[in-house]
């Protein structure tokens, strides 16, 4: 479910970047997505790389990776990755 009423959306969470077990996309959503790291780079999982920058770990080499821009989370990844979320 979404929570924000905002039109403008400037970040998607208060978590800290690269850190294992951050709540993400707490200003939107009321389930809790944890976070895993660069390092540990667990499939299933989301990476936040800034405030703006996310990636989607698929497997332990690939990733898909999303960024907020103009109120807009968007795939920025190779097309054809991104259409395998569609």
């Known amino acids: 479910m979404l929570l924000n009423e ?6 998607l ?8 077990n951050q709540e ?5 959503l009321d389930e809790k997505i944890l976070s895993t790291t660069n ?3 667990k499939s299933g999982f989301w990476i936040k790389m800034d405030n703006k920058n996310y990636s ?3 497997s332990k080499d690939e990733k898909i ?7 807009t989370f968007k795939c920025v990844s190779d097309i054809k990755l991104c259409q395998r979320l569609y």
Request: net charge negative.
């Open 39 to 41: 390092t540990v780079n």
């Open 65 to 71: 990776n999303f960024t907020l821009e103009n109120s």
């Open 6 to 11: 905002n039109n403008e959306i400037t970040t």
């Open 56 to 58: 989607f770990i698929i």
């Open 24 to 28: 993400l996309f707490t200003k939107f």
């Open 13 to 20: 969470d208060d978590a800290i970047s690269n850190q294992i």
